[in-house]
């Protein structure tokens, strides 16, 4: 293994395919709370940059049919991106309230998977004093 002259630090942004710009929005800022970050250069395609801390969400909008496939029903054993929070049990009544199915995590930790309108898949992670 070559010797290392780097670190890498921390993620910057996980990008996403959605289909509805406007409903995945929707979830994101006002469902989750998430901050619209307007610096996004014109990149000749649709999307929005979500701030989310340090770190960002990006959405891209892919119109094709079949850009995603959606794995089993537990969030947990797929390809997922995690995000810690104060506040779980208000995110759940959210959650609730808009009719999105969750699950809790398996480990007994406080710990929810749910799927945006587009099926991607999030960990939310309530996070210790």
């Keep these: ?20 710009l406007d409903r995945s929005k929707n979830f994101y800022l006002n469902l989750l709370g998430l901050e619209l970050d307007l610096s996004r250069p014109n990149k000749g395609f649709e999307g929005v940059w979500i701030n989310v801390g340090q770190q960002q969400i990006h959405l891209i909008v892919e119109k094709e049919a079949g850009y995603q496939t959606v794995a089993e029903a537990y969030g947990g054993r797929t390809r997922h991106f995690a995000m810690t929070l104060k506040g779980l049990d208000s995110v ?7 009719e999105i199915q969750y699950s809790a995590s398996r480990s007994g930790r406080p710990v929810v ?5 587009d099926g991607n898949v999030l960990e939310l992670i309530e996070q210790s004093d």
């Design 92 to 98: 759940i009544k959210a959650l609730e309230q808009a």
């Design 1 to 20: 293994m070559p010797t290392m002259n780097h670190t890498i630090q921390a993620i910057h942004h996980v990008s996403l395919l959605v289909h509805d």
């Design 113 to 117: 998977f749910c799927r945006d309108p």
